[in-house]
């Protein structure tokens, strides 16, 4: 599996080891540490149209902000792992920032969660694509991986939102199941079977998708 968008564990452990002992430089080390990462899920999650509106800093400030004001509390009672409490913090301003900037598209603006397609993360398209298709059907050439990570990325938003979902958290964020199931307030067996779900959906999607292209294609060379 790649490596996830998250710092490590062990490090952050350490930090907040440091912060409970009174050391408020460690504050500022912990939430710079996880900045990036903040970037990356507000970049790869918040929808595309809202993004031309709202600067992605400006959320991924508003979130460490937040956590900021929220570290003492959740030091006394750290539910999960830190890296996703903050996640969670960032998800919900990102569900927040999509509300408060509605946009037309074809979808409901009003759905309970913020979903966006993860466009621009061609590698983890291909490294999806590697796994549903036979490796020796996925040619290297750059160009081809291109149009293999967008077809890929479309079959994902054609998905229904708790198998989008998961698909995002597992090959996008790079989340275990175990954290997938921690996210999702799931058993990890029951996180498990969505993600196998989602992943079945998703490969017949790609199927239909390509018998589609082959029907276009013998339409054409028969005119």
Not at 98 to 110: C, E, F
């Amino acid at each position: 599996m790649a490596k996830s968008i998250w710092p490590n564990h062990d490090q952050t452990e350490t930090l907040l080891a440091a912060v409970r002992g009174g050391d408020t430089d460690a504050v500022n080390r912990l939430l710079e540490r996880h900045r990036e990462s903040v970037r990356r899920l507000v970049q790869m999650r918040l929808d595309r149209k809202v993004q031309r509106r709202v600067d992605v800093s400006d959320v991924v400030q508003d979130v460490l902000v937040e956590a900021n004001g929220r570290l003492e509390k959740y030091l006394d009672d750290p539910a999960m792992a830190f890296h996703l409490w903050i996640r969670q913090i960032a998800w919900d301003r990102i569900i927040d920032t999509y509300r408060r900037h509605r946009v037309s598209a074809k979808r409901n603006m009003d759905r309970e969660q913020a979903m966006s397609a993860p466009a621009g993360h061609d590698q983890s398209s291909v490294q999806l694509a590697a796994q549903l298709c036979d490796p020796a059907l996925t040619p290297a050439a750059a160009a081809t991986q291109r149009e293999i990570a967008s077809k890929v990325e479309a079959a994902i938003e054609q998905l229904g939102d708790q198998d989008r979902e998961i698909v995002l958290m597992r090959h996008y964020e790079h989340l275990s199941n175990l954290e997938i199931a921690e996210v999702l307030r799931l058993n990890p067996p029951a996180a498990s079977m969505r993600y196998l779900r989602a992943i079945r959906r998703l490969r017949e999607l790609l199927d239909v998708g390509e018998s589609d292209e082959e029907s276009s294609d013998d339409n054409e060379s028969s005119t």
